[in-house]
């Protein structure tokens, strides 16, 4: 056991910020951006078991460099407005930590981020609509971490709606449900894991709507940080190896496909 | 009912068709290609159900055109020693046509295709040895059309090994798994679901061998094919929309994140 | 391939058949019956692709004989007043068929029923409340075939409220969701395999409603009996064996634990 | 958090005990009983994290009592010889708590137990030879909490095989495959969720081999054991509730199916 699994839980919170800059009634919203507000949540529920730090796309390389990287055991994110802008080599980056063993949160519409989509192979397309809906989120898999304490149906009074069809590989683990008050259902809770890493998407939070103040949404979050850990033992990329007949241990590195 | 419900299933099998060019061994198990044998135990097995046509790389737009595969039910990926070769734009054309509807059989060295870790979002690496190991191929699965009037085992007498750790998402069906003279294990016939797309992936056949000539391997493509092949109505790709509060049926395009 | 493989699926409608004769208005919606409209909505959709019989509560053996599940590939299940009165030695014998290959179609309040509970190993039960609400049924697996051509959503005007929890396992596949007008959800098609037999559950059809008149009901219920049908060929109990190194096809009795 | 939660991991390890006592060959390997083996191998792994007590067929009720069942976060179970002789009314309690959120692990032979086929509602057969062939278990999920720190592959020089196939539900989680010197490869390490239950099935450990002395099989026991126990807050078993429209919170006891 390497220290890194007994020691806090490093997560970098990742939000685009540009909502918050642009319109006045989110920055009322979230002053310090809703990115701080994530972390807030986190630190609030995970306390000395977490350290936070938060990135923002403005940042050099979006705050996520390889260094960055390295020292995170879990990244949430959280773009909407400008996911075009996220630079298709920190993606890679991205893409390659959590295929290493780096855990993602996914937020609302970070459904939509180049790195998400990068994962699920699909559109991850949706129907939407943002007309201040009631949202009760159903536990269906009440053994899961990630739904350890979390009220059941956990019920944020409004946000914006996302329905079915969801344009996802079928969750490995489907954790939540949500209805709206329009009728319409989604698979709002989701765990995936690709090659060394683990994902949970998790719906709420649009930039409208003060979700991430919300207690439930918080620890929600949290408890898929904490989920997202994984056992951190040292990052690994998944590689091609050749072996020798009756040799588990030593693979031997790719040469080409011709003799 | 669409009469291509009803009509046989239109099949394109393409082939990288290199190593029989290039490596005489090869040319001398499969003389009219590897992609020629897959075909023919294609229509062995399907007869009348289906029209096969096949497309190689060398092919104009690696006869993947944008027509080719609005006639296609369902394509079969075989390649090994030029994936890179296979353009991009041909890649996603693919992949939008899987994720709107169309069946995709993704065999053997596949498995490091574009278009398959595209699909996958992951690294699709295994470990591998070319050295005549026996293949047992077990059924795991006895419900699934895949498996119907397959051997259990399916025993292949030598082909190359592939072992786990095999880093693709966890299969929606786990139908078959081999084992290997060596020892080694590999979740060898695999199935996902993206978009409105059926994938199919199956692990037999390097070129050195010749196991597109096996009775029992092309029954299994063969009933890939059958299984892939989905319902066939209309294509449709997945794509954001907004709906109104109790309108459910009518869906408008996404102009943007911001108001 | 068999004969019974391009025969038509010989369907069994098995209902309780108690609500009918007790209650009035009951009998006002299904004059011959709830296990006539069901067995009407197979017939009209599946057409010469069926051939389909009903058994009751009140016939002899519930008329689930040996002979009659022989000649059945796949049965439907309602009840709901009367799950305690459906003997053991029927509810084994089906359970024993359903493990051998015959294909089963749970409807609404059959989740409670002792040969669901068997098969699932759990309580089945689930939150409730029969008060008129508007049920969504919302596809989330678009490429299932017992979503095909159904209406997305699939809207009923007036039936029983079921909600999550759903004490069941983790279904295989999840076909559909449903919301109701009070905002509970509830995962609503769910396919399920045991041994060699394929399981779908469907969760409307309360019979205090009409429900089994619904022409989109009448469709998923259908579509559900095509694919649990299987493949059909001879049905066969799993059944513990020992085999020989190296002999892979003759396995031998069980003759006890001790040496 | 409740004080549970924090607190070690009590575990009870139940074993049938009778092999050890009947045959010789098995009391050398086992003189204190394969429990006390696997339990050796609990407390050497999981330390101050757990607290383990041992309980055998001739206990006064297979020293499972309810007092004894509520005491208990995580029961694990080998039994062969005698499944019959288990008392269905203990059976009923095992499964009434597991549904209710007590973690199972049932080892090898356990397979054919009461308890893991009624919770499985399969008739959990399989092939099998006791001819000292060497397994190798495969992890093909590397992410997963029981896999961790355990050797890819672990190789287990001499035990009984048990091959494919293997009448379960489809694992929830498939975490190991094993592959044997005959070619056979089996699904051995598996999880399922069953009510508020999680359960780990994991294949090594026949009686006439030292397989429970083996250290990497007593690091996975452990693992299975932790990752059962889930969050350990007060056990409670489903129930069937009526919910007015607009409570979410206060459910109503059953009264029966007639009005």
């Given at each position: 056991m390497t220290s890194a699994e007994t020691g806090p839980v490093r997560v970098t919170v990742w939000g685009e910020n540009r909502h918050e800059q642009i319109e006045e009634h989110v920055a009322k919203i979230y002053p310090y951006g809703m990115h701080a507000a994530i972390a807030d949540g986190i630190r609030e529920n995970l306390g000395d078991g977490c350290t936070v730090r938060t990135a923002t796309l403005d940042d050099p390389e979006h705050g996520l460099t390889e260094d960055a990287l390295a020292q995170t055991d879990v990244l949430t994110w959280w773009g909407h407005a400008?996911?075009?802008e996220v630079a298709d080599e920190v993606v890679e980056r991205v893409h390659r930590h959590v295929l290493s063993g780096m855990?993602?949160?996914?937020?609302?519409?970070?459904?939509?981020?180049?790195?998400?989509?990068?994962l699920m192979g699909t559109t991850c397309t949706?129907?939407?609509?943002?007309?201040?809906?009631?949202?009760?989120?159903w536990t269906v898999d009440p053994t899961h971490p990630i739904a350890r304490d979390v009220p059941h149906p956990l019920i944020i009074e409004e946000d914006e709606m996302y329905g079915e069809f969801f344009d996802?590989?079928?969750?490995?683990?489907?954790?939540?449900?949500?209805?709206?008050?329009?009728?319409?259902?989604?698979?709002?809770g989701c765990t995936f894991r690709r090659g060394h890493g683990k994902i949970f998407y998790f719906r709420p939070g649009d930039q409208d709507y003060p979700t991430y103040h919300h207690r439930g949404v918080r620890k929600v979050i949290a408890n898929g940080v904490a989920w997202a850990a994984g056992d951190r033992s040292a990052r690994e990329y998944p590689t091609l190896l050749r072996y020798d007949t009756g040799d588990f241990f030593h693979g031997q590195g790719y040469r080409g496909p011709l003799q």
């Amino acid at each position: 056991m390497t220290s890194a699994e007994t020691g806090p839980v490093r997560v970098t919170v990742w939000g685009e910020n540009r909502h918050e800059q642009i319109e006045e009634h989110v920055a009322k919203i979230y002053p310090y951006g809703m990115h701080a507000a994530i972390a807030d949540g986190i630190r609030e529920n995970l306390g000395d078991g977490c350290t936070v730090r938060t990135a923002t796309l403005d940042d050099p390389e979006h705050g996520l460099t390889e260094d960055a990287l390295a020292q995170t055991d879990v990244l949430t994110w959280w773009g909407h407005a400008a996911h075009a802008e996220v630079a298709d080599e920190v993606v890679e980056r991205v893409h390659r930590h959590v295929l290493s063993g780096m855990g993602l949160v996914v937020l609302h519409s970070g459904h939509w981020s180049k790195i998400f989509t990068t994962l699920m192979g699909t559109t991850c397309t949706l129907r939407w609509r943002s007309e201040h809906d009631r949202e009760l989120i159903w536990t269906v898999d009440p053994t899961h971490p990630i739904a350890r304490d979390v009220p059941h149906p956990l019920i944020i009074e409004e946000d914006e709606m996302y329905g079915e069809f969801f344009d996802i590989p079928a969750p490995e683990e489907l954790v939540f449900i949500s209805s709206f008050t329009g009728g319409e259902v989604f698979r709002s809770g989701c765990t995936f894991r690709r090659g060394h890493g683990k994902i949970f998407y998790f719906r709420p939070g649009d930039q409208d709507y003060p979700t991430y103040h919300h207690r439930g949404v918080r620890k929600v979050i949290a408890n898929g940080v904490a989920w997202a850990a994984g056992d951190r033992s040292a990052r690994e990329y998944p590689t091609l190896l050749r072996y020798d007949t009756g040799d588990f241990f030593h693979g031997q590195g790719y040469r080409g496909p011709l003799q």
